[in-house]
């Protein structure tokens, strides 16, 4: 009975989370490019944990691999926000 109960309290636990982790996450940021001076308004997905640290060093080493260099997360958000964000993103909504 006891084995019974905690793998029902375990089943539980893990389908409690599962929304919260599909749910999404994702950041706005604006970014630079030099020679001749670029500057970008986007939005990205994070992969990692869902917080503008985190965030800012996941979209560092995307960004800069493309040659753009992050200059700050303004936002952290879940799948909610996306909408009003995607017009002002323009080519740069989850490019990166």
């Known amino acids: 009975m006891k084995h019974l109960i905690l793998s029902f309290l375990s089943a539980a636990l893990i389908a409690a989370a599962l929304p919260a982790s599909a749910a999404g996450c994702y950041a706005d940021y604006k970014a630079k490019q030099d020679n001749p001076l ?23 080493a995307r960004l800069s691999a493309q040659g753009w260099t992050l200059l700050n997360i303004l936002s952290v958000f879940g799948e909610d ?9 323009g080519s740069n909504y989850l490019r990166f």
């Open 38 to 60: 670029r500057l970008h308004y986007g939005v990205a997905q994070i992969n990692g944990a869902c917080n503008a640290g985190a965030a800012k060093a996941e979209l560092s």
């Open 81 to 89: 926000g996306l909408a009003q964000r995607r017009d002002s993103a």
